[in-house]
């Protein structure tokens, strides 16, 4: 006897092997999780250059973040601690502040700041700025940022992120699929598989997030997984307190899982309807607060209408589990069970239908409300991953709309409800308890053997053809499992994509902070800057000019040339030059410089620094007496 369709075992290995590909496609493409929290302000300015030590270090951020001890490191020019060591939480209202004081007595030269911290949204971010006390100097510390997010470890902690999204689905999904579609399935052991592989793969999962926290958020060593230390600090911070609640919530899953399948798939069916009522609503409230984990310590949890947003989010994965978790189990049903009554079927696309309307509505509002524009959509890389997860579900729609229409056609076809029902009852009977076909001990023949071995070969053959001819009864099924099966697929790719966007920096984001960018930047070429400008200091001789240039214009060293003129256009030798440069949008400077005397009226000075580009006041001392000076001002503008 020959097959003449595939098995559902190689089917579903070819669509096992093309999920781990595209998985691992993703995972090893996808940068590591994006900023969530962005710097506002620092304290020294970034690249400035201040006259005296400052008391203390400060950095201001966008959102509340997480910070430890050892989340901001002060360096001196050799490397070494410049910082005490504990962090000074200087948050007041709406400013989110934190920082470190410095030791006394600091040598000048430049500083490096590194930094690092955690969302609001569970997320890593770090960073590091420079400051100098006296003067720049050249420093042995590089500026790099740590890759906090990134590496084996970010590629572990996203891999988990998605087992447990994948987990999620599957028994929640299966559970309310066996309760409000087909509650013979409970006594099914494909079906019973499938939901307990799916909380036994989100249980792990879960606690291996907990473990990868540590070294996720901070040193990206695998290898701090099992800090105990570590791990105790993980658990007082929101995303630990979500994952912790998130276990308590799965052994409460486990009792539901344990009842379904052991005392309501033992009743018979006109006893299970206040079991099913209590299910219902036991799993339910279990389903939402698993979904509330996630809401409670990500997105929908920072930016506006948190309290919309985190309600909203609950619903939007409640709907995808029930969508492509009992699409998992009609696919199982589909291909390991002979005979899924076509009212199951039909009671699935009704609820199916629903939960697309409440997840594309859900999906709507959270897009806005993480993209905030069109111009957003496209140009950055939150709204772009999003166009790709539209696509791909637009693509799912159109395959559960054939599927549908699959669905319909059953009705004419299918089996009787008692009679499928009743084959139902006896494979599961038959899976449980299978007739073994062994060869005699006693068997010293081969002939004997060789005959044992044909007839186990026979029975195991007509097991196959009598499943195969059940679940083929209905000619409209093998289209169904078709359409079914490539619903699983594209499931598959979606649900990676929304992993991503998970951990990505929102579009609104993404766009507020490159606008601010953008705004404290002038667009000025290099060019050496000269200006000339008026004195008169009200003594004898008080009355001139002064002429300035710096070269080359632009942030960083610079080369500063004074010449003081008298009224009559000769150089004048005036006791005393020195200039200071503010910039007064950022609250930097004044910078001062004193340059040194080259000839009569004329003063130089290098390695003047400038450390960002914007609107600076160039003020201008000038002494002509023991008493008689004045200080002038100009603008100019440093690209």
Not at 233 to 252: D, E, I, P, W
Request: charged share 20%.
């Amino acid at each position: 006897m020959t097959a003449t369709a595939p098995r559902f075992g190689t089917a579903l290995a070819r669509l096992l092997l093309v999920a781990a590909a595209l998985l691992g496609a993703v995972f090893a493409t996808a940068a590591p999780a994006s900023a969530h929290a962005a710097v506002t302000a620092t304290n020294p300015k970034d690249g400035s250059v201040v006259a005296t030590a400052p008391e203390d270090v400060d950095i201001t951020f966008s959102e509340q973040v997480a910070m430890d001890n050892k989340s901001i490191r002060v360096l001196d020019p050799n490397g070494k601690r410049a910082d005490t060591g504990e962090l000074l939480n200087l948050c007041s209202g709406s400013v989110v502040k934190y920082g470190v004081n410095l030791r006394e007595g600091l040598p000048k030269g430049t500083y490096t700041v590194a930094w690092q911290a955690v969302s609001a949204d569970s997320h890593p971010v770090a960073g590091a700025f420079t400051f100098s006390i006296g003067a720049p100097s050249k420093t042995t510390v590089s500026l790099s940022s740590p890759d906090v997010g990134g590496g084996l470890v970010g590629a572990l902690y996203d891999t988990m992120r998605y087992a447990a999204y994948a987990g999620f689905i599957l028994f929640t999904g299966g559970g309310a699929f066996v309760l409000a579609c087909w509650q013979r399935g409970a006594s099914v052991r494909p079906v019973q598989r499938l939901v307990v592989g799916g909380w036994l793969t989100m249980t792990a999962a879960t606690i291996a997030l907990l473990l990868l926290r540590t070294p996720y958020t901070g040193s990206g060593q695998l290898a701090d997984a099992f800090d105990l230390d570590g791990l105790k600090a993980v658990l007082q911070t929101k995303s630990g307190a979500a994952l912790s609640s998130r276990l308590l919530l799965l052994s409460a899953a486990a009792l539901f899982i344990s009842v379904l399948f052991g005392a309501f798939a033992k009743r018979e069916d006109e006893e299970k309807k206040d079991l099913t009522y209590g299910l219902a609503v036991g799993g339910f409230v279990v389903a939402a607060g698993i979904a509330a984990t996630w809401a409670l310590a990500e997105h929908a949890s920072t930016g506006i209408q948190t309290g919309l947003a985190m309600p909203v989010a609950v619903l939007h994965l409640l709907s995808v589990a029930t969508w492509l978790g009992g699409l998992a189990t009609l696919l199982v049903a589909l291909h390991l069970t002979p005979a899924v009554e076509r009212s199951a079927v039909r009671r699935f696309s009704r609820i199916a239908f629903w939960s697309v309307t409440v997840l594309v509505a859900t999906g709507l509002y959270q897009a806005w409300r993480q993209v905030g524009s069109w111009s957003a959509l496209t140009g950055t890389g939150y709204g772009q991953l999003l166009l790709v997860k539209g696509g791909l579900v637009a693509v799912l729609l159109s395959a559960a709309y054939v599927s549908r229409r699959w669905t319909g056609q059953l009705t004419e076809h299918a089996a009787p409800e008692a009679e499928a029902a009743t084959v139902v009852e006896e494979l599961a009977r038959s899976a449980e308890e299978p007739e073994p076909v062994t060869v005699p001990d006693d068997a010293t023949d081969p002939a004997d053997r060789k005959r044992a071995q044909q007839l186990a070969r026979q029975r195991a053959a007509i097991t196959v053809a009598r499943e195969k001819r059940i679940r083929d009864a209905d000619p409209e099924r093998s289209g169904l499992r078709r359409s079914v099966l490539t619903e699983a697929g594209i499931a598959v790719a979606v649900l990676a994509v929304a992993t991503i966007l998970s951990s990505t920096e929102p579009g609104r984001t993404q766009e507020t902070a490159a606008a601010a960018q953008a705004t404290s930047q002038v667009a000025v070429p290099d060019r050496p800057i000269s200006i000339r400008i008026p004195f008169d200091t009200g003594g004898k001789n008080g009355k001139g000019t002064i002429r300035l240039t710096l070269d080359p214009g632009r942030t960083g060293a610079n080369e500063l040339h004074v010449w003081t003129d008298d009224a009559a256009a000769r150089p004048l030798d005036a006791p005393e030059v020195k200039v200071a440069f503010t910039l007064t949008a950022k609250a930097i400077g004044p910078l001062p410089v004193t340059p040194e005397r080259i000839t009569r009226g004329h003063w130089s000075a290098s390695g003047v620094q400038l450390p960002m580009p914007g609107e600076w006041q160039v003020s201008v001392t000038v002494r002509t007496s023991d008493i008689d000076q004045v200080t002038v001002d100009k603008n100019i503008k440093i690209g």
